[in-house]
């Protein structure tokens, strides 16, 4: 099965590491993914806090955009991953808010038709971790590994958009597919209490101190319970939580270092990928050393 | 009764449902409806019997021949039934009488049937909003207005060619 | 139809009620009176404000002397509700009841609707229907079915147990069926009772041990209602007794039985004390158990799984009760009425994930809380967790699983009470902090708001807000090693974080699993949630939609004990009521054959789901038994020869109806 891939902005420039491990690691895996041609922003955060119809215009744009490259390969049902949690909740929004709101719908599928696009029903907005569990399965990522992750103790940090308001794959107060994934990889899960808890978003820009605490609250509770690295599913979690780290530290007075990564790079490292690979280079905090 | 015909003359056109309702669970349901004053159309109306299986397929002939536009029959759930299945029985007649209404030119969504419990006063109020919808947009049904045009028609049939065997009919089903 | 003409001599009152504003507000009755006077055979039309009042039912009475009035129409509530006041009213008037017909134009018109114009020309249609089908109605006589005066109560909870010493005490048979081991039901397991604080065994055990002894009784623990049919005055009921393995009248309840068990300690989930404790596969639930019977659990005693014990439990037996060859047995009764008291079931807190339940050591439910402050209890009325410490710091969290549109929406009545009283116990039995979050506190009763203001001056704290999560995740050092309760307290308007040892969850009250099903086997409705429907809300609390069925206690919805007795002495009254009369009345809505019309092709034989209908060989023609006959009609509709007909529901009476409705034509 072929994958059309979204990337998003985060994946083109804060968050590189997420997409060149999550190419290698889908590489790994024999999943082919082919990008969406032209794509053009997701319509998240403010966007859809100022204007609703031109946020839902643009995310349907994608989808459009998903319809057309389909259909010239005549695909029955067509998935869209969407790495980025704000991407694949914008996406997913969208498709289920103009289901629901003909009217909507049939302005936007109107500026659509001027540019020869339309929208289908029958594309599915995923999100890779989703896909890896799900379509893949457990037991062939299992399979797939080459470098357990022995005694390495990992917080799985979900964040809020992929489990919220949607439980398209996972429960919304304790999700357990990364915990899950981490124990498959070799390692240990550690059972986190804040996995699905804030990670303050844009707030690190806004309102620093509560963008600090909000983090430092995280990364204190993963280093009360003995993890060795945090992972993520969302480049803007793994940016509030990694970046400011020093900051934190300051502002906070405690050393809270840990390294926080994308679960597609803890996996890539399980199958024994090469750090520059899966992007490892770029970490603030490296996370090499967990490994013995 | 002049006055009563002017008034639905000034008046758009609203469909007539006749419902036949078994007493136990949709009858039941309805009188919930109104003790939690929930509002629906008021094309409905309803014809109270014991059970769903009580619902001759005569019955729902006759109410289209005598102009209803639409049919709702209500029931007790599968294994709800009050007298262990006569819904079903009505089930049965109710798949015969889809295929001869369409048959005989009638739009299947004119007949419904539904199970509606006595503690589903929403669901009612749904189903009959939903059906006056549809109804609505299907547009008047109005049989005894066709046999009159037709007997109109075959009269006229009569008078151009003289004789025309069993020209003459009753409408009744 | 030209009935009227048929009936030439039909002389038609009609009434239209006002029900205050309720129908008046909605519906122009004066419009209403005026055009359905225009109809055919209608000799007076009146309008007034309560038709259901005296003052209204002598109105009717009085023009069925004066004017001659042969048949009557009112067009009220819903027939359901005032069918048989108006009927009554015929009686006195001196007519047959069934010359009656009623139009519902409040519950199907003026409260559904709200256009004042559709409304009204909605109550004429449907009255012209009612004035068209009354004028071809029959005089019919009403059927009366003798009551076997024996009774079936199901559920052997409080409820139970009352509605039985009850009815036995009145000198009728009962049949107590309990499914559990014991009666006594949930109220067994509680430690105290609000407000009084009086301890829930030592006013319950004693009823228990009368109905074990009454002679009236007969008591049938560790059995189930498998099979029912029949009708109000005799019905059948088919009731399974499980194999406990002991022969009951032989036991004494001596229970070395239990000490002599192969397993020297307890192994298995004792059920009585909710999991807190093991027992072994031979136990007593509990010391006061009704019957004081051991019984031996099938899925753990390895002489039933497996035939190859040493059975050093029959060895000390000198009563020689044991039986392992028991095998599920059947017995039938035969009753006239039947008490349905089955209960509820707690909510499972595992659906609401954020309370930490089931992840969290030392969050408990109400219900185990109830046992552990009991005397008898796991811990011998300790209030100790499960790590053996005594908590110095106790969250009550109110409303789990009730007032919640994730989970229930309804109030469950008992947990601001119950909430109270553990916060009191809790207190009293550690001296700990105790906490209790609330969204409401709800103390209808008597005695029940001294008893909160009581708890108050105990320095029970209150903080009024829903809890959002119970977590072991420590934002300050102080809260190391503690749960920590979030909540937003609504009336700081802060979100404040309380760290606590132990928390108590006060679980709601669900209706049982299976309720669908007891529903279904006695053929009475219930909510969409699962709790029995009463026949009406206010005015019929204990009877339900099938005559001679009776409902008490939490199967209805939730209560506290105060209310599940009087419930239960109320439905023992309703049933006592039936049987004392003897005889119930019936309505006359039985189908009969037309026999010079019945082609005797039998296709109405097998359709009766009652085996009313026989095929008589002689005359090659069927045959309907009124006695067995119920009246739903489906005979009726299936005849191909339209030789049968239904007194009440005639075809042409369907017909009339129609036309009526449909008569005035729309273009």
Known sequence: MKYLYYPGCSLKSSGRAYEESLLAVFDALDIQLEEIDDWNCCGATSYMGVDEIKAFGLAARNIGLANRQKKTQDDEETHIIAPCSACYLVLLKTQKYLATHTDVRNSIQGGLSEIDLDLNSNIKIRHPLDVLVNDIGYQKIAERVQK????????????????????????????????????????????????????????????????????????????????????????????????????????????????????????????????????????????????? | MNTEINKTLQQPWKPRIVAFFCNWCTYTAADLAGVSRLKYAPSVLIIRLMCSGRVDPQFVLDAFAKGADGVLIGGCHFGDCHYIEGNHKMFRRYQMLKRMIVNMGIEPERLRLEWISASEGDKLKRVINDMNEKVQALGPLNLPGKFQEWDLEIQDMIDQNGDMPAAKEEHHV | MSSTSKNGSVRIGYYVCHCGHNIAANVDVAIVAKEIEKLPGVVITREYKYMCSDPGQELIQEDIKELNLNRIVVASCSPLLHEQTFRNALTHGGLNPY????????????????????????????????????????????????????????????????????????????????????????????????????????????????????????????????????????????????????????CVGCLDCIDACVYKNPKYRD??????????????????????????????????????????????????????????????????????????????????????????????????????????????????????????????????????????????????????????????????????????????????????????????????????????????????????????????????????????????????????????????????????????????????????????????????????VAQSGAAASQALALIDKGVMEMEPNTAYVLEEACSGCKSCISLCPYTAITFVEERKKAEINEALCKGCGTCVAACPSSAIMQNLFEDDEIYSEIEGLLSIPQL
């Open chain 3, 99 to 250: 010359f009656l017909q009623m139009v519902n134009i409040r519950e199907n018109v003026s409260w559904v609707h709200t256009d004042r114009e559709l409304a009204t020309q909605k109550a004429i249609d449907l009255s012209r229907a009612a004035v068209r089908r009354v004028a071809i109605h029959k005089a019919l006589e009403t059927r009366q079915v003798s009551i076997n005066p024996d009774v079936l109560v199901v559920g052997g909870g409080i409820s139970g147990i009352n509605a039985a010493l009850t009815l036995a005490n009145a000198g009728k048979k009962v049949y107590l069926v309990e499914r559990d081991p014991t009666i006594g039901g949930h109220m067994a397991q509680f430690d105290k009772t609000f407000p009084t604080l009086d301890c829930a065994a030592c006013i319950l055990t004693p009823k228990m041990s009368d109905v074990k002894n009454h002679p009236n009784i007969t008591l049938w623990t560790y059995s189930e209602v498998v099979e029912f049919s029949g009708f109000v005055g005799s019905f059948k009921a088919k009731i399974k007794h499980k194999p406990r393995y002991i022969i009951e009248d032989l």
């Open chain 3, 271 to 564: 059920e009585f004390n909710v999991g807190l404790s093991k027992r072994k596969p031979i136990y007593i639930p509990f010391p006061q158990a009704t019957p004081q019977v051991v019984v031996v659990d099938p899925e753990n005693c390895i002489q039933v799984k497996r035939g190859k014990c040493k059975m050093t439990c029959v060895d000390v037996c000198d009563r020689n009760a044991f039986d392992f060859t028991q095998q599920e047995t059947f017995e039938e009764i035969q009753v006239g009425s039947v008490i349905l008291t089955t209960g509820f079931q707690t909510f499972n807190p595992e659906k609401t994930p954020y309370y930490g339940y089931g992840k969290y050591d030392n969050v408990y439910t109400s219900l185990e809380v109830e046992r552990i402050v009991n005397s008898a209890g796991p811990t011998g009325g300790e209030v100790l967790m499960r790590d053996g410490q005594k908590p110095k710091k106790v969250g009550i969290v109110h409303c789990v699983g009730s007032r919640d549109d994730r989970t229930n929406k309804w109030c469950s009545r008992v947990c601001c009470m119950y909430s109270l009283k553990l916060a009191s116990l809790i207190k009293e039995h550690t001296g700990a902090e105790v906490y209790n979050f609330y969204i409401d506190m709800r103390t209808p009763g008597k005695g029940y708001e001294e008893f909160y203001d009581k708890v108050l001056k105990e320095k029970v704290h209150f903080i009024r807000g829903r809890v959002a999560e119970v977590t072991d995740w420590a934002a300050e050092k102080e809260e190391e090693g503690k749960l920590i309760i979030r909540v937003e307290d609504t009336l700081v308007g802060a979100v404040r974080r309380i760290p606590v040892d132990m928390v108590v969850l006060s679980v709601g009250i669900e209706p049982q699993t299976d309720a669908h099903d007891v529903r279904r086997l006695f053929n009475i409705s219930c909510s969409t949630e699962g709790f029995f429907t009463e026949r009406h809300p206010k005015l019929a609390p204990v009877e339900t939609a099938a005559e001679g069925i009776f409902i008490a206690g939490c199967c209805q919805g939730p209560k506290d004990i105060p209310d599940s």
């Open chain 1, 148 to 292: 357990p992750l022995k005694n390495v103790k990992v917080a799985s940090y979900y964040g809020c958009q992929i489990i919220r308001p949607y439980q398209e794959f996972d429960k919304e107060y304790y999700p357990m597919t990364m915990d899950h994934l981490v124990t498959k990889l070799g390692g240990e899960a550690v059972d986190w209490p804040l996995k699905t808890r804030c990670c303050g978003g844009t707030l690190m820009g806004t309102m620093q101190d509560v963008g600090l605490q909000i983090n430092y609250r995280l990364l204190k509770e993963a280093h009360r319970r003995n993890a060795d690295v945090m992972i993520t599913t969302c480049p803007l979690c793994q940016f509030n939580l990694e970046c400011y780290q020093d900051k934190i530290m300051k502002s906070h007075n405690d050393s809270v270092e840990m390294p926080v990564i994308y679960f597609t790079q803890l996996m890539g490292m399980a199958f024994g990928l090469s750090d520059i690979s899966l992007g490892l280079n770029r970490l603030l905090t490296p996370v090499s050393d967990i490994f013995q």
